[in-house]
């Protein structure tokens, strides 16, 4: 398999024959595993590829899955991965990273473009491996970041003496826990869109994140959109499109 572009530019360059080309297109959209459907025009559509969700995978799907996608992309992003699943994918793929705060699992393109600017801020320390799931995924869809953590509102002068940093990005990602304030704080202190990301840091009241959530889903401050509890991969995807359109004005 081969990717679009690769294929385009190899009919252009009299490489392979229309006949071959129609071969390898009809192994696309998807290619059907048995156990999995590896989506390789997603990044047509959306214009990232297709990540992968490493919790509860049996390990031989996740290996077949993590070489099928290296082949077709030449890089793999995958979340919430195990120490035991990087082993068993190094195994196969010697190249693969990983980072056990994040639990991001990863084979990534040498020499990548970062553009635009997007900030990712944490309420406390407890909240930066949720914060570093929103970042590395972020960097891995090619945008550069910002990291700012520990500034959470029961010291609301340690974000204060940030904010310039957080006002020059295109967008921000607040992970915070507890009551989850830190997101309302932050959308009226810049004027771009703010991803509150509530995490499942706190005491027995705050239900595993849940309260957070709620917090921040009842903000009073303007511009904000919420993610699920501790989705930083959702979080560090929509801050990836919306820093792409903001390039893109520019």
Known sequence: MMDIDTLI??????????????EILKELPYEDLGYAKLDY???????????????GKP???????????YQQNGEVLGTRA???????VKAELPQVQYDEISRILKIEKEDKKHIG????CTGGTADIPIAEEAAQTAEFFGNRVERIYDVG?????????????????NCVVAAAGMEGALGTVVAGLVENPVIAVPTSVGYGASFQGLSALLTMLNSCANGISVVNIDN???????????????????
């Not at 025009?41 to 919790?55: A, D, I, M």
């Not at 195990?82 to 068993?88: D, G, P, W």
């Open 9 to 22: 530019q190899k009919i252009q360059d009299r490489e392979i024959s229309q006949e071959e080309a129609k």
């Open 41 to 55: 025009h997603r990044k047509l559509r959306s214009g990232y590829p297709e990540t992968v969700f490493c919790q």
């Open 59 to 69: 390990d031989k799907f996740l290996v077949q899955i993590y070489r099928h996608l």
């Open 82 to 88: 195990t120490k035991e699943q990087y082993a068993l």
């Open 117 to 120: 600017c997007i900030a990712v």
């Open 153 to 169: 509102v029961a010291g609301i002068h340690r974000l204060l003496g940030q904010r310039e940093k957080i006002a020059h990005a």
């Open 232 to 250: 930083g991969y959702g979080a560090g995807y929509l801050a990836s499109q919306i820093n792409r359109l903001a390039e893109r004005k520019v």
